[in-house]
């Protein structure tokens, strides 16, 4: 086993010290966050730091960088309180990934990555068209995190949408045959594999 200590991590290059902590906590869902402005300019951008927080009421949290630099996502969640989450997929992989690069607030990145915006009554924010499984947030709370100055966005969803097919009597989704991908780092992805499915655990 190779041993990686707090000095070693202190002195990699700053893209190398992103990459190897975006992965020590295995994949995790690559998203395309659709939101929009009060001018209704539309953004897109992708995240990997989706997590669900809690079934009833339905809560997702998103973490966001510090916004020392403009964040167009943070901004626009801000204003309007709402915004989509989008699962990406295979066929629409490149075009998530190019969504990363730095637009000024004038592009959006629908046009730009060539997809899609979809809108639906009463969610101002717009969905992926091409994504399989989308849902819609509004915005409950932001969760400052003083330790490096992120900032955790928890929206409750207020929308879902996905193919009839791949949705389960027992509320389960299919995400493999939907093709919902997985990322670590900045441009590493993950095809899901079948599910394994247990029982619920009971004391043995």
Known sequence: MKSIYL?????MDNLARVRFANSLPG????CLIGSIDA????NLAPFSTV????SN????????RPDLVERHTLSNIFATRSYTINHVHLEILEAAHHCS???PREMSEFTAAGLTPHFEKNVAAPFVAESRLRFALELEETISIKSNGTILIIGKVVLAQLPAEHYGEDGSIDLTALGSMASTALDTYFELGPPIRLPYAKPR
């Open 101 to 103: 690069a730095r637009y």
């Open 57 to 64: 009421p339905a809560l997702i949290g998103l973490v966001s």
């Open 27 to 30: 994949p995790k869902p690559i």
């Open 7 to 11: 000095s070693d991590f202190e002195a």
């Open 51 to 54: 997590t669900h927080l809690g």
């Open 39 to 42: 001018e209704g300019r539309t």
